[in-house]
């Protein structure tokens, strides 16, 4: 099995991409690329893989969605809501919130949207080949997850490891230890100083980690009562917890 991960960023030069070559429960990491891939690239990558992470909203919330459609319509029909969360979250954001106690960032009201564009785009050019994309991530060749969830059901370190400044870089290099004693059936190799050196590369390696438990169905179900939001707007996909 091989599986990839794509730490998506609205820049293609801080996008990461990681491939992982599973042999039974061993997985090790066979490439990693931080600023080399295009859309066309991306595109092509979930094709070569049996399964591709993407740390980016694979969808917007429906109610948002309504709300532009209503506003474009020439507003009419427009009321104020109660309360926003329908408009900034997710039936996914929600339930994470709930299960893991972390707020992903809003879609729709942060600046992770960009990303969101792009990913639609790439998805795209999945589809424009007669690619079918499930958005729960049960089926097809993407999943949508989150690092620092998985690094938190895991009892890994989950913040304060991005960025370039001495303590956050201090701080990967001991998340890195960390994996390899926690995660024995996740191999780094030649490429630990390079998730070290930059967050884009890790997040890289822990997506196509994720992506490799969902194609093995070790990652949670989408509960029932949310997989008619979930085909619509994404959902995120966590390991099970053991």
Known sequence: MLTAGID???DPKKTGVATLEWAGD???????????????????????VDKAGIDCPLGWPSAFVD?????????????????????TNRATDLHLRQSVRLQPLSVSADRIGAAALRCAAILSGLTRKGIEIDRTGRAGPVVEVYPAAALKLWGLPHQGYKGR????????????Q???????????????????????????????????LAHRGETDQVPTEHLAAAAAEGWIGLPVRH
């Open 165 to 176: 400044e001495t303590a956050n870089t201090r701080r990967r290099a001991e998340l890195v």
């Open 178 to 212: 960390l994996i390899g004693r926690v995660l024995p059936w996740l191999h780094l190799g030649a490429y630990a100083e390079l998730c070290i050196e930059t967050d884009d590369a890790l997040d890289a390696v822990l997506c196509a980690a994720i992506a490799g």
């Open 26 to 48: 061993r997985a090790t990491v066979t490439a990693i690329e931080v600023g080399g891939h295009s859309d066309a690239d991306l595109a092509d990558l979930n094709q070569v």
């Open 8 to 10: 998506l960023s609205a």
């Open 67 to 87: 709300y532009l459609i209503a506003h474009r319509a020439g507003g009419h029909d427009l009321v104020v809501p109660p309360t926003r969360h329908p408009l």
